[in-house]
Structure formats: C-alpha cells, structure tokens
C-alpha cells in the first residue's frame, strides 16, 4: 500500500509539472470571480492507453483531475452533495485533483444533487452535471440458467442497482418487467420465449454494464438430462431409468430424478444413517463419459478448476431442514459416504473427486436455517474446487484437462450422485446434527458441467481487458 501511494504521488507530480501554476492570490478579484468547468479526466497511473482519460463519469476511489478557471479561492466541493476533501497545494487556477470519497451517496444521493460537482467559493459557486458512479458492476451467480420461457431469472452480484436494460445470447433485449435490488446484490427478469443461443446475460444498470459468465443456455456441455443426452448406468446399486418420474412442475423439462426416489418414500422414507442408491452415468465405454474429447471445445483444456464448475436444476418444494446431504462424485470410487468425509478431501494417494452439498447447513458458522426452492426450479453452481484433489489451498494449478484425465484415469468413470442421511459432525465448529427419517420429495434434473470464467467489463472502449 505504501509503495503504491508513494507510486501515485511521484506520478501526481509529473502531472502537475505539465501544467502552469497560477499565483494563489488571494485577492478580491480572483476569491470571487466565476468558475468554469470544461473537462474532467481520470487519473490512473495503471492505464496503459491513457493515463490522463478524458471521462463522462467516474467511480467512487477514483482520482481525477477538474479542468476549468477561476479555481483561485476555492473553499469547497461537494460531489453528489457530499463535502470532499481536496488539497489546495495540489490545484491551480484552471485544474483541481481530487479522490471521490467512497462514501460519497451515489443511488441514495438527493435527485437534486445527483450527478453534480459543486465548486464553492466566497461570493459565488459552480453546478456542474457529471455522473458519479460506485464501484463496477460484478456478477456472483445466476439462480436459473437453463430457464423456460415464463420462468422468473435471478442475477447476484454488486452494484446491480437500477438495472434497466438485460441483453440475452441472441441479442434479445428486455426492457421492462427488471425487477432490482435496491442494494445492488440482485436483480431478475422473465425469460421470454423462443430464445435458444447459449452464451452470456449482459445488463445495464447505474453503475455500469456487467456481464455474467458464458453459462446461460448452454447445456453442451450435458452429463445428463435423463431425456437422451447422456446415458444412465444400470447395477444392483443403482437406480434406473424406471425410477425417473415426469417434472412434477410440468415446465417442459421432461423426465427428472428424485433424490430419494417414490419406491423408497413409498416404503415409508430414508431411515437416519442409511444411503439411497446411486444415480450414475453409463462409465468407461461410453463416449459420453469422456469429457475431454468433446467439451473442451466449450471449456479450454488450460481453464484452471476454480473456472469450472457442475451445475444441475433442483425443485425442492418444502423446506428442507436438520437432515440429508446430497453427495455427488466424478467418478464411481467412494469408499465413505457424507459431509467431511475422506473421498471429499484432498489426498496425494487417491482420486478423491466428491463433494457434498448440504444447502440448509452454513460451514462458517455452523448454524442452519431451512432450504427451499418453492414452487420453481432453480440451478445450483458448485465450482470444482470444492470437489476432494482440486482444493485450492493444496492444489491451485488443477486445469480442467487435468479433471478429465483423472476420469480417464480412473477403474471406473461413471459420474454419481446419491442421498446420504448420515449424521452431520463438524469438530471444528464444534456442531452435530443427527439424521432423522427422510421422507421428502427433492427433484435433480439437467447435470453439465459449465465454464464460470468471469467476464471483466472495460468502461473505455479501446480493446482493453
């Protein structure tokens, strides 16, 4: 932090050695004679195109440089009506320097103030229009990305606030019906029909344009959709085809899996401590178990496993609570079952490539609260670091080519999912949850594995990244 203060403050003084000092009089004539702005730059020693950017807006931390006359006398400058500090050893008569104050109100500011400069001085001041923006846009996750027209689509992220325009892969625009967050973490649309291209959601919004990953619509990269794409395996410990029941919603989405299937509610539910059978994926002679001959076409082999993840559609219509686990594998090698278990973690000596998702448990703090989707679908990202060797800690160089050759690899590379209704134990925070009998229905539909690579949005358009 020091060097780079001490960075800005030599670059500062180049800057200021371009321009011609005016006297700093004090005298009647210059306190009080009028101000005029005729251009605002941005200052970022870290831009390689231009240093000194001439900008129609600027974001809260910025540095940036009023251009102008009659700056002599200055006393204040109130930026979206808040009092901002500047230092008039670094002014002259025609610039001012000046950082916008992090808490300087941008969406909460007064409508009359919002977007102005106001320059203050004995006897006279300056409005000028100029748009304050917070930080930039950015994009967390997307609750619904294989949505069916009508389905409500929920964006998460920062500074999302006053979202006003939502452009889809095939250039469709949404203009009305945004409904958004007024802290920015959230805004949503409903999918129209007939869009079909798969790609990125880009939006519009007060504080920029922000762009979610490559992952809306696309399902090209499918484990399975229990419709023909993708193939079921079929032994004594898994269920089957026969098992798979229609959308209960009846959205279009065709035949789904019950996490515990009607053949074991209908004998009265999952006991407290036992497992449901496996779904899995056919495994090693079928093509489309080999993931690396056919999806780095959408996933770049080099792609590092934080930029990967599985994604799959869940309908849990009551709130589910205090017990069950769904534990999901790359690869049929489990030897232990649930929530901290040995295939979960990382190992030098095994292919330990399962997770476990628990939605109603919160790991920070060990408390839980009751999970549900309602009465709708919605998709569940889980990045491939959280599956046992590619933890990031351990291992941060995993590539998504390394993922495939560990399947490959593997004696049997059926992708798995199951139920687990095990007791729940984190020593470390000191929390056990014991399971109970499980009797609800949970719905599993649309397995793929996605690229979650960030897009980062330049505000200058000059071919920047």
Same mark, same amino acid.
């Given at each position: 932090?020091?060097?780079?203060?001490?960075?800005?403050?030599?670059?500062?003084?180049?800057?200021?050695?371009?321009?011609?000092? /005016?006297? +700093?009089? =004090?005298?009647?004539?210059?306190?009080?004679?009028?101000?005029?702005?005729?251009?605002i730059f941005l200052e970022n020693i870290d831009d390689e195109v231009n240093q000194d950017r001439e900008v129609?807006?600027?974001?809260?931390?910025?540095?940036?440089?009023?251009?102008?006359?009659?700056?002599?006398?200055?006393? *204040?400058?109130?930026?979206?009506?808040?009092?901002?500090?500047?230092?008039?050893?670094?002014?002259?008569?025609?610039?001012?320097?000046?950082?916008?104050?992090?808490?300087?109100?941008?969406?909460?500011?007064?409508?009359? &103030?919002?977007?102005?400069?106001?320059?203050?001085?004995?006897?006279?001041?300056?409005?000028?229009?100029?748009?304050?923006?917070?930080?930039?846009?950015?994009?967390?996750?997307?609750?619904?990305?294989?949505?069916?027209?009508?389905?409500?689509?929920?964006?998460?992220?920062?500074?999302? @606030?006053?979202?006003?325009?939502?452009?889809?892969?095939?250039?469709?625009?949404?203009?009305?019906?945004?409904?958004?967050?007024?802290?920015? *973490?959230?805004?949503?649309?409903?999918?129209?029909?007939?869009?079909?291209?798969?790609?990125?959601?880009?939006?519009?919004? /007060?504080?920029?344009?922000?762009?979610?990953?490559?992952?809306?619509?696309?399902?090209? +990269?499918?484990?399975?959709?229990?419709?023909?794409?993708?193939?079921?395996?079929?032994?004594?410990?898994?269920?089957?085809?026969?098992?798979?029941?229609?959308?209960? %919603?009846?959205?279009?989405?065709?035949?789904?899996?019950? %996490?515990?299937?009607?053949?074991?509610?209908?004998?009265?539910?999952?006991?407290?401590? #036992?497992n449901a059978l496996l779904w899995a994926t056919a495994g090693n002679d079928n093509a489309n178990d080999d993931?690396?001959?056919?999806?780095?076409?959408?996933?770049?082999?080099?792609?590092?496993?934080?930029?990967?993840?599985?994604?799959?559609?869940?309908?849990?219509?009551?709130?589910?609570?205090?017990?069950?686990?769904?534990?999901?594998?790359? @690869?049929?090698? %489990?030897?232990?079952?649930?929530?901290?278990?040995?295939?979960?973690?990382?190992?030098?000596?095994?292919?330990?490539?399962?997770?476990?998702?628990?939605?109603?448990?919160?790991?920070? =703090?060990?408390?839980?609260?009751?999970?549900?989707?309602?009465?709708?679908?919605?998709?569940?990202?889980?990045?491939?670091? /959280?599956?046992?060797?590619?933890?990031?800690?351990?291992?941060?160089?995993?590539?998504?080519?390394?993922? +495939?050759?560990?399947?490959?690899?593997?004696?049997?590379?059926?992708?798995?999912?199951?139920? &687990?209704?095990?007791?729940?134990?984190?020593?470390?925070?000191?929390?056990?949850?014991? /399971? #109970?009998?499980?009797?609800?229905?949970?719905?599993?539909?649309?397995?793929?594995?996605?690229?979650?690579?960030? &897009?980062?949005? #330049?505000?200058?358009?000059?071919?920047?990244?």
């Amino acid at each position: 932090m020091i060097m780079k203060t001490m960075k800005y403050f030599w670059t500062l003084c180049l800057v200021l050695a371009g321009f011609s000092f /005016a006297s +700093c009089s =004090d005298d009647d004539s210059s306190s009080t004679s009028p101000m005029t702005i005729d251009k605002i730059f941005l200052e970022n020693i870290d831009d390689e195109v231009n240093q000194d950017r001439e900008v129609e807006f600027a974001r809260l931390g910025q540095l940036i440089r009023i251009q102008g006359s009659g700056f002599t006398g200055l006393k *204040k400058i109130y930026i979206n009506g808040y009092d901002t500090y500047f230092n008039n050893a670094l002014m002259t008569d025609n610039n001012i320097w000046v950082t916008l104050n992090g808490d300087t109100p941008v969406e909460k500011a007064e409508e009359s &103030v919002r977007n102005t400069i106001t320059l203050v001085k004995d006897g006279t001041q300056l409005v000028y229009q100029f748009i304050i923006r917070a930080s930039a846009p950015s994009i967390s996750s997307v609750d619904n990305t294989l949505p069916k027209a009508g389905e409500t689509v929920t964006v998460y992220g920062t500074n999302l @606030q006053e979202t006003t325009k939502v452009t889809l892969p095939d250039g469709t625009e949404i203009t009305s019906g945004i409904i958004s967050d007024e802290e920015g *973490k959230w805004y949503s649309f409903t999918m129209p029909a007939g869009v079909t291209a798969a790609g990125s959601i880009t939006s519009e919004g /007060a504080n920029g344009t922000a762009v979610t990953p490559p992952y809306f619509n696309d399902f090209s +990269c499918f484990i399975t959709d229990f419709d023909g794409k993708g193939e079921l395996g079929s032994w004594s410990a898994t269920y089957s085809s026969e098992d798979l029941v229609d959308d209960p %919603l009846g959205t279009g989405r065709g035949k789904v899996a019950m %996490l515990v299937p009607n053949v074991k509610l209908d004998a009265g539910g999952l006991d407290a401590g #036992s497992n449901a059978l496996l779904w899995a994926t056919a495994g090693n002679d079928n093509a489309n178990d080999d993931w690396g001959s056919r999806m780095y076409a959408t996933i770049p082999q080099e792609t590092n496993a934080s930029n990967v993840a599985i994604q799959f559609d869940i309908y849990c219509p009551e709130p589910w609570d205090l017990s069950g686990q769904l534990e999901i594998s790359l @690869q049929n090698n %489990l030897s232990n079952y649930g929530y901290g278990s040995g295939c979960t973690k990382f190992s030098t000596q095994y292919y330990n490539t399962a997770t476990v998702w628990v939605p109603w448990f919160n790991a920070e =703090d060990g408390s839980h609260a009751a999970w549900t989707t309602g009465e709708r679908w919605q998709t569940v990202t889980i990045p491939m670091t /959280a599956f046992g060797n590619y933890d990031p800690t351990e291992a941060p160089d995993v590539t998504f080519q390394k993922i +495939c050759e560990d399947r490959n690899a593997g004696s049997y590379r059926n992708f798995l999912f199951l139920f &687990v209704n095990a007791d729940l134990e984190d020593e470390a925070l000191g929390v056990v949850y014991p /399971a #109970s009998l499980f009797t609800q229905k949970i719905y599993i539909d649309n397995l793929r594995v996605v690229n979650t690579t960030p &897009v980062t949005v #330049s505000d200058f358009d000059d071919n920047e990244q």
